[in-house]
């Protein structure tokens, strides 16, 4: 960008009095035109010039050196000319400066260039004494090389070429270098390449790269309990490993070689440590853990494989873990399968309290509590802690968990039957609790996969005092208030669903009615509720195996984008609320479920005497913070 050049200094032809002093001149001299002087007397507060003495001789001086000299006649009277002569008497007649001009020699022409100064160009000042900075005229424009122009990018910025490579600003800021690949786990955003794993941490959820697992007290512990993997992402492959950290140690040791996991596909890792059983114990290791260099999804099925007794858990990858839980469990309904809680530590030096609604047991490292009394132990990373109500009839639902740093809990009872031991065959019940942070205040209570002529049973927990809990349309019971930590259990009609919503946050939780009660097949499972501002639109999930009836609970808004599961769309719906719910029989084996909006899923099973369920991944924005 070139600058308009202002005129410099003296160009119009005349020498400035600061050069020389004027001196007079005697006689009559020939009229002189000069375009600066002017025919009307000029009257300054010190007069530039003197009249003539008697003696015919006129003396012209210059004042601050500026005027020029003056003719005049013989008689000392001073004259000037234009293009018409005129003669007379005049006082002090003088001319005017040429703009520009200054007490000190130019050294530069007024809006001459003199390269660039930061993104500023130097212009030659209009006093012609140095060249000063100044912003480049158009929008945008920077300077560089000595003049004005348009700069594309700032030197050494980073920037995305689609989602796998990155590209750099070159040193002139007049375009971008090649394109560079980013990594096999990592992805182009935020302004660069940037590890997946570590990217995934931006917008939390049930994917992660790092997964705990547990063997559960299980009524029958026959078969290893199963941690399942799911690789979500669209096009890349994780690879993922198992570790073990054997009983009392807090070292863990990779278990085989890692697999590969290709997009939409699942594994299933076994986990054999033996369980404690029916007891409270804080015990050292114990504990299983997966890795991934990409995220993946986790559950854990205990076990996969069909028997008497069965359940699944969603699990929460190790960066979202929290500090604050409320257990869900069941009344020990044989007074001899207990209700009880396990506890992970993530971090040396965590403390864990527990404040149970009744009496929770002793056992190694574990002190016994009484009903609204707080316990406390101390614990590592790797750490398990296990803590069971007493035998008859207990039910340690509602106990309160906090924690210094973050835990992985898990509510459980060995066997169960819903609702009580008179329909017999009683079954397993687990979930991994979702922190109180990520609890939310309006979710869908869609009924679980119709069986036969089950009744649908409820327990919803608050999470704030003086919490206010709906359904639409009214169930019966509802609404109705709880405090923190209390809950009150429904029971509602066959096939019947509806919305859940609350004044402050709170969690409902459903329980798979036993098969002797109505339902024909199954058994009870437990599975909590994902709050809609908590759905994903994209899941990797798992079925148990032996199982005769597998289902995908989808959930979406009414009218809302398609949802496929593996590639099928998927249809059917019911409407509830501003929600629909489908209810889509699978096969055995993974899946992968998306849309392009969010929604929800619950993968359910169903076989002779045993039930499975468990929600199927969620966001996990923080609600309710603690």
């Known amino acids: 960008m070139s600058a308009a050049l202002l005129s410099a200094c003296g160009d119009d032809g005349r020498t400035t009095a600061g050069a020389t002093g004027a001196t007079g001149v005697t ?18 507060d010190a007069p530039t010039t003197s009249s003539g003495s008697g003696d015919g001789t006129g003396t012209a001086s210059a004042s601050e050196g500026t005027t020029e000299a003056l003719t005049t006649d013989a008689s000392g009277v001073g004259t000037s000319s234009t293009s018409g002569d005129t003669t007379g008497p005049v ?40 060249f000063e900075p100044q912003p480049c005229p158009g929008n945008g424009e920077t300077c560089k090389d000595g003049a004005c122009g348009t700069k594309l990018c700032n030197p050494g910025q980073v920037q995305c070429e689609g989602l796998d490579a990155e590209k750099v600003c070159n040193a002139n800021g007049d375009g971008y270098d090649p394109p560079v690949a980013c990594t096999p786990t990592q992805e182009c955003n935020f302004g660069g390449c940037t590890e997946l794993c570590d990217l995934v941490q931006t917008a939390p959820s049930s994917i992660g790269c790092s997964f705990f697992g547990h063997k559960m007290d299980n009524f029958n512990d026959g078969q290893a309990d199963s941690l399942i993997v799911g690789n979500t992402h669209p096009t890349k492959t994780a ?239 509802t609404p109705f208030v709880l405090n923190k930590g209390q809950y009150k259990d429904l029971v509602v009609a066959n096939n019947v669903s509806f919305m859940f919503s609350g004044d402050k946050p709170f969690l409902p939780v459903q329980y798979l009615e036993s098969q002797n009660a109505g339902a024909g097949t199954g058994d009870p499972a437990m599975y909590q509720m994902i709050p809609v501002e908590q759905f994903l639109d994209r899941y990797a999930f798992a079925t148990g195996t032996g199982y005769t009836h597998d289902y995908v609970q989808v959930i979406r808004q009414a009218g809302g984008a398609d949802v496929k599961v593996d590639g099928v769309t998927i249809g059917g719906y019911y409407t509830v609320g501003g929600y629909e719910v489908a209810d889509y029989k699978i096969g055995q084996g993974g899946h992968l479920a998306e849309s392009a909006e969010p929604f929800g899923i619950v993968s359910v099973g169903y076989t002779d005497v045993t039930s499975y369920a468990y929600p199927g991944g969620m966001r996990l924005k923080v609600i309710n913070p603690q």
């Not at 003088?94 to 007024?110: A, D, H, K």
């Not at 008497?308 to 020990?332: C, F, G, H, V």
Request: glycine letters at 10%.
């Open 27 to 44: 006689g009559v001299t020939a009229a002189t035109a000069d375009p600066m002087t002017t025919d009307a007397p000029t009257s300054t």
């Open 91 to 130: 006082t002090a007649t003088t001319t005017t400066e040429s703009p520009g001009t200054t007490e000190g020699p130019c050294v530069c022409n007024p809006g001459d260039l003199n390269g660039c100064e930061g993104d500023q160009i130097l212009v030659c000042a209009d006093d012609c004494q140095g």
């Open 239 to 477: 690879q993922v490993q198992l570790y073990f950290v054997p009983n009392g140690t807090n070292v863990e040791a990779a278990q085989g070689a890692p697999i590969n996991l290709a997009p939409g596909m699942t594994f299933t890792f076994t986990m054999n440590n033996p369980a404690l059983d029916k007891k409270s114990e804080l015990r050292k290791g114990g504990v299983y853990r997966v890795s991934s260099n990409i995220p993946i999804i986790a559950y854990l099925h205990s076990p996969l494989g069909q028997q008497a007794t069965n359940d699944a858990s969603m699990l929460l990858p190790e960066y979202a873990l929290r500090q604050n839980y409320i257990i869900a469990s069941w009344k020990d309904t044989h007074n001899q399968y207990p209700s009880y809680f396990t506890v992970i530590a993530l971090q040396d030096g965590t403390t864990v309290q527990w404040t149970p609604p009744q009496n929770t047991l002793a056992g190694n490292g574990v002190p016994a509590v009484n009903a609204g009394a707080t316990g406390q132990v101390a614990m590592n990373r790797f750490d398990t802690l296990q803590v069971r109500g007493p035998a008859a009839g207990s039910d340690v639902s509602g106990t309160y968990i906090a924690a210094d740093k973050p835990i992985w809990v898990v509510g459980a009872v060995e066997c169960v039957n819903v609702p009580t031991a008179a329909v017999g065959f009683c079954d397993h019940i687990e979930e991994q609790m979702l922190p109180l942070d990520y609890w939310g205040k309006t979710y869908v209570g869609a009924h679980s996969p119709r069986r036969n002529n089950e009744k649908h049973y409820w327990r919803v927990f608050a999470g704030e005092d003086a919490t206010t809990i709906s359904t639409d349309p009214v169930q019966p019971g």
